[in-house]
């Protein structure tokens, strides 16, 4: 099975910056289309941003501007570039397929977004 693997979450202010990225067990960024979510607190997991196989990108309208998606030229990691951070970003981020979750999730990571 696929593994995937999340990091780089952590702690900023508003206005802020982080960089998530996504690994996985197996070669399926040049595969699939993959997407990261997310879960806040008290809500269900939503999608954020996605990325075709072609690297046509795809954001939530309450991201749009602010988060970029990609993958690297080795096709090995997706990242996520999150600016401008609000306070509302607050949760765990999570990678997967694009069209249906259906790896494994990750642990995720958590960025957490406050004064």
């Known amino acids: 099975q696929v593994q995937l693997v999340e990091s780089g979450g952590g702690s900023v202010q508003p206005g802020g910056s982080l960089r998530l990225s996504c690994t996985a067990s197996?070669?399926?960024?040049?595969?699939?289309?993959m997407a990261w979510y997310r879960q806040r607190p008290e809500n269900e997991r939503e999608l954020v941003a996605t990325?075709?196989?072609?690297?046509?990108?795809f954001y939530r309208s309450a991201v749009k501007g602010r988060f970029t998606i990609s993958v690297d030229a080795t096709e090995a990691t997706m990242f996520l570039q999150m600016d401008n951070l609000k306070r509302e970003d607050t949760a765990v981020y999570y990678c997967?397929?694009?069209?249906?979750?259906?790896?494994?999730w990750g642990q995720g990571t958590q960025v957490t977004v406050s004064s």
């Open positions: 997967n397929n694009a069209a249906h979750p259906f790896f494994p």
């Open positions: 990325i075709t196989i072609g690297r046509t990108p």
């Open positions: 197996e070669n399926v960024f040049k595969t699939f289309a």
